[in-house]
């Protein structure tokens, strides 16, 4: 008895239609609306692809126990140089009212694959900065479109 297999070249559309779907929000706003941590410290990793860059951001420490509130955020384009100080633009804002911009852009200057940290104080006056907000929300200005949004519930 033979057998026949269908021609490798007839799965191609399959294939690319897995290999295409992504797990992006939407274009203005990723927001973890269900994003209930694994543990104390685990927070949704939330990614936009608006414009020419996809910006990867990872919460590192929301939880305050640390002197910073870090993000590990990763740029990806083909056609954008990336040679930019993101602490000079971002900002964070908690949904009782307080907001601040970065202290610091850990990461290399340049290129079109840029991984880095950037941070933000967790004190100020004496006072954990997260003490009572239920919202947290980071905006990037500037990354090759006017403005990114990521938005994270926090837990208590």
Avoid at 27 to 32: D, I, R, S, T, W
Avoid at 84 to 91: E, G, N, Q, R, V
Wanted: net charge negative; glycine share 8%.
């Amino acid at each position: 008895m033979k057998h026949r297999y269908a021609p490798w070249w007839l799965l191609l559309p399959i294939l690319l239609l897995v290999a295409c779907q992504g797990t992006t929000s939407g274009p203005n706003l990723p927001l973890a609306t269900d994003n209930e941590p694994d543990s104390a410290t685990t927070y949704a990793t939330l990614e936009d692809t608006q414009g020419k860059v996809t910006v990867v951001v990872k919460p590192l420490n929301l939880d305050g126990s640390a002197e910073t509130i870090d993000f590990e955020i990763t740029l990806d384009t083909h056609s954008v140089d990336l040679s930019m100080d993101l602490a000079t633009m971002s900002s964070l804002t908690t949904d009782n009212g307080r907001q601040m911009v970065a202290t610091g852009w850990d990461a290399p200057q340049g290129g079109h694959h840029v991984s880095g940290v950037l941070s933000f104080p967790a004190i100020v006056d004496g006072a954990a900065w997260l003490k009572g907000a239920t919202t947290l929300t980071l905006t990037l200005r500037d990354v090759d479109v006017p403005e990114r949004v990521f938005i994270w519930k926090l837990t208590d």
